[in-house]
């Protein structure tokens, strides 16, 4: 069983910037964080693969996020700008240990972390 640890939530004013970090105890071939706000359903925010292919994002993160692994430390990173009042949520680090499928599919995983919360005030 792989652990996840997130770390690097907090509260931003809008237009700031936050980067979450989430280590593996072992190996995952997907990593993707995920979210949820209160009243929401979850959303897949950005994935990426192991083996180099380009992450995918979701609509809500294309231009404003990136999604980094780091497959030596075991470590994907997203680093969060021009953030939004909207983009508040608890934000979940995801692993995978199957190869393939959809990056963005939240029954892709079947490793989570604890979550991080992210707040972003007006």
């Known amino acids: 069983q792989v652990q996840l640890m997130e770390s690097g939530g907090g509260s931003v004013q809008a237009g700031g910037s936050l980067k979450l970090s989430c280590v593996a105890s072992?190996?995952?071939?997907?990593m993707a964080w995920f979210r949820q706000a209160p009243g929401k359903e979850r959303e897949g925010v950005a994935g990426i693969r192991r083996n180099g292919d380009p992450p995918s994002y979701g609509d809500s993160a294309k231009g404003r996020f990136t999604i980094s692994f780091d497959t030596v430390k075991r470590t994907v990173t997203l680093d969060m700008n021009n953030l939004k009042p909207e983009d508040t949520g608890m934000y979940y680090c995801?692993?995978?240990?199957?190869?393939?499928?959809?990056?963005?599919?939240?029954?892709?995983?079947?490793?989570w972390g604890q979550g991080t919360q992210v707040t972003v005030s007006s």
């Open positions: 995801a692993g995978s240990s199957i190869s393939t499928g959809p990056l963005l599919s939240g029954r892709q995983y079947n490793y």
């Open positions: 072992g190996y995952t071939y997907l």
